[in-house]
């Protein structure tokens, strides 16, 4: 069974840019939940969809948003990137709420 | 939304037993307990999950005392490749809340 795939493995971008990272659960899975982690901060949480519906949202501005599709997938989008967004972003499933996280590797941004 | 405090850090020796405790003073009644270990650029692994009582697996024991305010992870005879961030994180079985992980707790296993 494949794991939890994201895509790109590493992204450099510029201040101002936007970006859109991509996350495909374990098949069967219907959760994705994203996360940002820097040394700084430790593994923060942004937000959870299930079936294709937002359930909770961290504590992070606006500029940070999410979606997931029909097929679980799920594509997390930062628009007017800031020096401060440079982390990994981690992307998990589950198959419901009171089940284990499976996470993927990580997306490493990197804000010039 | 119970917040977690672990240590930020501890140190033993190969073939220890090692002992990660985990305060979640206000863990509400349907709130489980769970365990990731994280090596350095990955994601984190679950380790072992628990409610109450003592769980253990392959790899790991949870010992959850009766208030339920704190759980510890025992790692037996640990070795090298046990070096990693170890984090413990309480959710709740019957919704969405927000998933907050704590500090984590990095280990380092010497020689």
């Known amino acids: 069974k494949a794991g939890v795939t994201q895509t790109p493995r590493y992204l450099i971008k510029t201040r101002g840019q936007q970006v859109t990272l991509s996350c495909s659960p374990i098949?069967?899975?219907?959760?994705v939940s994203w996360y940002q982690q820097t040394p700084g901060q430790g593994l923060q949480f942004l937000f959870e969809?299930?079936?294709?519906?937002?359930?909770n949202k961290g504590n992070f501005p606006g500029r940070f948003s999410g979606r997931q599709f029909s097929n679980s997938r799920s594509e997390m989008n930062v628009s007017t990137l800031e020096l401060g967004d440079s982390a990994l972003y981690l992307c998990a499933s589950r198959r419901s709420s009171n089940e284990k996280l499976f996470f993927g590797s990580g997306t490493q941004l990197s804000v010039l | 939304l119970a917040k977690t405090t672990q240590p930020i850090s501890m140190d033993s020796y190969e073939g220890q037993e090692v002992n990660i405790t985990c305060s979640h003073n206000?863990?509400?009644?349907?709130?489980?307990i769970t365990w990731y270990q994280q090596f350095p650029s990955q994601g984190p692994r679950f380790i072992i999950q628990?409610?109450?009582t003592k769980v253990t697996n392959e790899v790991a024991s949870l010992f959850i005392p009766a208030d339920r305010k704190s759980s510890t992870l025992s790692l037996p005879r640990v070795s090298l490749s046990d070096t990693a961030v170890y984090y413990c994180?309480?959710?709740?079985?019957?919704?969405?809340?927000?998933?907050?992980f704590g500090t984590g707790t990095r280990l380092l296993v010497s020689p």
């Open positions: 206000n863990i509400a009644t349907n709130d489980y």
């Open positions: 098949s069967g899975h219907r959760s």
């Open positions: 994180l309480v959710g709740d079985d019957t919704g969405f809340q927000k998933l907050v």
């Open positions: 628990g409610y109450k």
């Open positions: 969809y299930f079936s294709e519906t937002q359930r």
